[in-house]
């Protein structure tokens, strides 16, 4: 037998797969894309008043009086502070709870892969009209029907909530295994057990995720709402603002701060549990 030595055996070579090219079309649109995005923001610096940051500088005796105050917070009326808070919290609380109570059905009926189109349609054009209004601009609306108070924040937050939920709900839906709606259904089963036992244990979990984020964003938007007199702390900030009176200010925002960060722990514990 003859011995083959293997050690002086030359490795194979390997070619080396040259890196994707992009073809001049796709470089025409990329440098048309941000080169219109750079065009954009240069055209706009007078509009947005971005030649007046030299103002920072210049005002800031301005600035360390405020901050002086705002050092300094007075928690004199601590009690008034933490009421409104927790209405706040409760206003931002029933907000979403009706949100999701609306979003629902209205996501299952925006789902293209579970409800006809006839359907998705003009659910999804109410859906875009929720989304579109403003918080601020819903809130007075229903200052305007119910008076002022926590029920104007209440419904302006549960209307503009529920059309985001629903976007979200229905996409989480269209993404969904077909395999569990496609077992029910071979047994016989209506579309309404499709959904309940197909459909509902697969996107739950998300769901909810969805709507503990949006709880944390409607307690600060519940804030903002006060504003408006839609109740909640945002009066009271805005009547301390109003009446220069920075310490109580400062004081308004490290509750507010204080509530929302202990809301985005426990928000982020049950989504840990969830998913």
Same mark, same amino acid.
């Given at each position: ?6 050690? %002086? ?22 440098? @048309?894309?941000?080169? %219109? ?54 206003? =931002? ?57 926590? @029920? ?13 939920? =629903?976007? @979200? ?9 077909? %395999? ?45 709402? %006060? ?46 549990? @969830?998913?």
């Amino acid at each position: 037998m003859t011995d083959v030595s293997l050690t %002086g055996a030359a490795p194979a070579a390997v070619a080396i797969p040259q890196a994707p090219a992009k073809s001049a079309g796709a470089w025409a649109l990329d440098i @048309l894309i941000w080169g %219109g995005l750079a065009i954009l923001l240069l055209i706009s610096i007078d509009a947005v008043d971005l030649g007046n940051l030299s103002r920072l500088i210049t005002n800031s005796a301005n600035i360390q009086n405020f901050s002086a105050d705002l050092l300094r917070p007075n928690f004199a009326d601590w009690r008034l502070f933490v009421g409104k808070m927790w209405e706040t919290i409760q206003i =931002a609380l029933w907000g979403t709870f009706l949100a999701v109570f609306l979003g629902v059905p209205m996501g299952l009926a925006a789902a293209r892969n579970i409800a006809p189109v006839w359907v998705v349609q003009p659910v999804r054009w109410i859906m875009n009209m929720l989304r579109s209004i403003p918080d601020l601009v819903m809130g007075l609306l229903f200052v305007v029907a119910v008076g002022l108070g926590p @029920l104007a924040g209440v419904l302006a937050i549960a209307l503009n909530t529920a059309g985001v939920l =629903a976007k @979200l709900f229905s996409e989480a839906v269209e993404s969904i295994d077909k %395999g569990p709606v496609e077992g029910v259904r071979a047994t016989g089963a209506s579309k309404l057990h499709e959904i309940v036992w197909g459909v509902i244990p697969q996107v739950a979990p998300l769901w909810t995720s969805f709507a503990l984020y949006r709880f944390e964003s409607n307690s600060r938007s519940a804030t903002v709402l %006060g504003l408006i007199g839609a109740g909640g702390i945002g009066q009271v900030l805005f009547d301390r603002m109003n009446g220069f009176a920075f310490r109580d200010v400062s004081a308004v925002v490290i509750v507010v701060i204080v509530a929302v960060t202990l809301i985005d722990f426990l928000s982020q514990a049950m989504r840990r549990r @969830l998913l």
